[in-house]
């Protein structure tokens, strides 16, 4: 049997007599590498480690052993997390960092957490509830991370509320025709808005969208959200659009020093050329893909054929962005309903006229 030496990955024994791996490059810092040599979270790990994900990197053994420190040491070594992209593991990290830093239970033992001190921490985010959303989820993450390793048997956030959210407003058709009549095909404004309105997909997403991606009767797109790969059909006003726009450059949108967005940078242009539009505050990008979801339910489509564009993993969040088009419809058959129905009671209750 051959054996594949692996750059970089040497071996000790701990004080339990366990042997572990870890990833070193020279004199730089040790990164201890999780599960069995030449499993696939071994490997994950090693392959990050290889490319210098810093993202990836314990800063050496951090924390006693149960405590949240590290727990979350470990969660940063795991196949899970490893298996995010980039931007998504640094925002878990930013959120989770932040977590340990702010209420200071980097050192206290995981199995103590009770579901009281889940409830406090989450209610001093009551000003910020959209943090407090997306702190209660990275919560449970990490406690469901523990139970599947032993640490604690129980989930203490279980049933714990989130706070009620506000919706991004979904764009009518009246505010889509104000922007596009203020800005006309071939602009940079009216091309990403094209994209976006078109094929309902997240900004991060329509930034990165290259020429490549599309041969005239479709786009491709990998989201990087969800590593979803879809076939976009191409519509007719779309294609219009980018029959306008100069193919100079790989990836269709640039700034105006013909550079790639960055993720940042393409919702900033995007805010400020929908103010410039006269349009109201309420009017953000994200918007537009609740936009596409509702033209897509106002055309009869079913929440699956809407997820096939949008790429949505889920009906419920389906269902969520098109409650308002699938009320009006349904208030409105139900009234055509009862139209129809006095129409055929005043026909039964009129007196006939013999010939």
Same mark, same amino acid.
Request: charged share 25%; hydrophobic share 40%.
């Given at each position: ?19 572990? #791996? ?142 009620? #959210?506000?919706?991004? $407003? ?11 009549? $203020? ?51 191409? $519509? ?16 269709? #949108? ?24 006269? #349009? ?76």
């Amino acid at each position: 049997m051959s054996v594949i030496r692996l750059k970089h990955v040497d071996r000790f024994l701990d004080r339990h007599g366990r042997t572990r #791996l870890y990833f070193r490059r020279g004199k730089g810092p040790r990164i201890l590498l999780p599960g069995h040599a030449g499993s696939a979270e071994f490997m994950l790990a090693y392959q990050a480690a290889l490319a210098g994900d810093e993202m990836c990197r314990p800063k050496g053994q951090r924390g006693k052993t149960g405590t949240f420190d590290r727990l979350v040491q470990e969660y940063y070594s795991s196949a899970a997390y490893l298996r995010m992209t980039a931007s998504t593991r640094r925002n878990y990290q930013l959120v989770i960092d932040r977590l340990l830093r702010d209420e200071k239970i980097g050192h206290r033992l995981v199995a103590q957490m009770t579901r009281q001190h889940v409830q406090q921490i989450i209610g001093r985010r009551a000003e910020t509830p959209g943090a407090g959303h997306d702190l209660l989820k990275k919560i449970r993450i990490l406690l469901h991370f523990a139970i599947d390793n032993g640490w604690r048997k129980d989930d203490p956030a279980v049933r714990i509320k989130n706070f009620a #959210l506000g919706e991004f $407003h979904t764009w009518t058709e009246e505010e889509i025709a104000q922007f596009e009549a $203020h800005w006309a095909i071939g602009t940079r404004e009216r091309t990403a808005f094209a994209l976006l309105v078109f094929t309902g997909q997240r900004a991060s997403d329509v930034k990165a969208m290259s020429w490549a991606d599309q041969d005239g009767t479709a786009i491709r797109v990998v989201q990087g959200k969800t590593g979803a790969k879809l076939r976009i059909p191409m $519509h007719p006003a779309l294609g219009h659009v980018l029959a306008a726009w100069p193919k100079t450059n790989l990836v269709m #949108l640039v700034t105006s020093f013909g550079k790639p967005f960055t993720s940042k940078g393409f919702s900033n242009f995007m805010a400020d050329k929908i103010s410039e539009a006269g #349009l109201p505050d309420r009017c953000v990008t994200h918007g537009l893909r609740k936009a596409a979801a509702r033209r897509l339910a106002e055309a009869g489509c079913s929440s699956k054929e809407i997820a096939a564009i949008t790429g949505h993993t889920t009906l419920k969040e389906i269902e969520r962005y098109t409650k308002a088009a699938e009320q009006t419809m349904l208030a409105t058959a139900a009234i055509g309903r009862l139209e129809k129905q006095d129409a055929n009671k005043k026909s039964q209750t009129s007196p006939k006229v013999w010939e």
